[in-house]
Nanobody
């Protein structure tokens, strides 16, 4: 049974920072691509950042230069460091793990950025 548990969300003022964590109970963590999606009210879920098994990363244009995704294989954890936060970053952030047809999602953590 794969579980992804997010933490680190909260309320922050514009310009502030938050670090999200996702603890994964996956027996073969190293073979999974990991990522973060977000969904704002009334909008579709969008991919924010992804990190491959080799450490390659990709980001949606709106967060490039502000967000950093990383992974710790020993802790089976993926992080999303979010700096220079903007009100438009307000959303529920979901952790994702994918390997072929195997795809898993966390329950989400709320991030609210006040102006």
């Amino acid at each position: 049974q794969v579980q992804l548990v997010e933490s680190g969300g909260g309320l922050v003022q514009a310009g502030g920072s938050l670090r999200l964590s996702c603890a994964a109970s996956i027996s073969m963590f190293g073979i999974y691509a990991m990522g973060w999606y977000r969904q704002a009210p009334g909008k579709q879920r969008e991919l924010v950042a992804v990190i491959g098994v080799g450490g390659s990363t990709d980001y949606v244009d709106s967060v490039k230069g502000r967000f950093t995704i990383s992974r710790d294989a020993g802790k089976k954890t993926v992080y999303l460091q979010m700096d220079s936060l903007k009100p438009e970053d307000t959303a529920v952030y979901y952790c994702y793990a994918g390997w072929g047809r195997n795809q898993y999602w966390g329950q989400g953590t709320q991030v609210t950025v006040s102006s």
